[in-house]
Nanobody, 130 residues
């Protein structure tokens, strides 16, 4: 059974930094592209970033470009999201997701729905507030 477990969420002040981590098990991690998505309070799910299975290609939502970095360690079945210059609008529940079923070109233009990914974590909360 595929499992994704996120960690690293916390409360930080605007301008701060955080690293989110996600450990995967139960599937061939090194053959799957991995994504981070997030859900702000009262809003839909927003795709944030993706990294391909070989870790040589990444894409980001415009809202986090130049501030967030996605990376992975296939030897450890881990994917990371390094977040800098955090803003209040970055507040939300952050999910690690895999087995993306729609192209990146589609998912960046609309809200994410659960069926867009086959595997989901339980989420880790990030709160940016002064």
């Amino acid at each position: 059974e595929a499992q994704l477990v996120e960690s690293g969420g916390s409360s930080v002040q605007p301008g701060g930094s955080l690293r989110l981590s996600c450990v995967a098990s139960g599937f061939a991690f090194n053959t799957y592209d991995m994504s981070w998505v997030r859900q702000a309070p009262g809003k839909g799910i927003e795709w944030v970033a993706v990294i391909n299975s070989g870790a040589w290609e990444t894409h980001y939502a415009d809202s986090v470009e130049q501030r967030f970095t996605i990376s992975r360690d296939n030897a450890k079945n881990m994917v990371y999201l390094d977040m800098t210059d955090l803003k209040a609008e970055d507040t939300g529940l952050y999910f690690c997701a895999a087995d993306m079923r729609v192209p990146v070109a589609v998912i960046i233009r609309r809200q994410v729905v659960r069926s867009d990914f086959g595997f989901w974590g339980q989420g880790t909360q990030v709160t940016v507030s002064s």
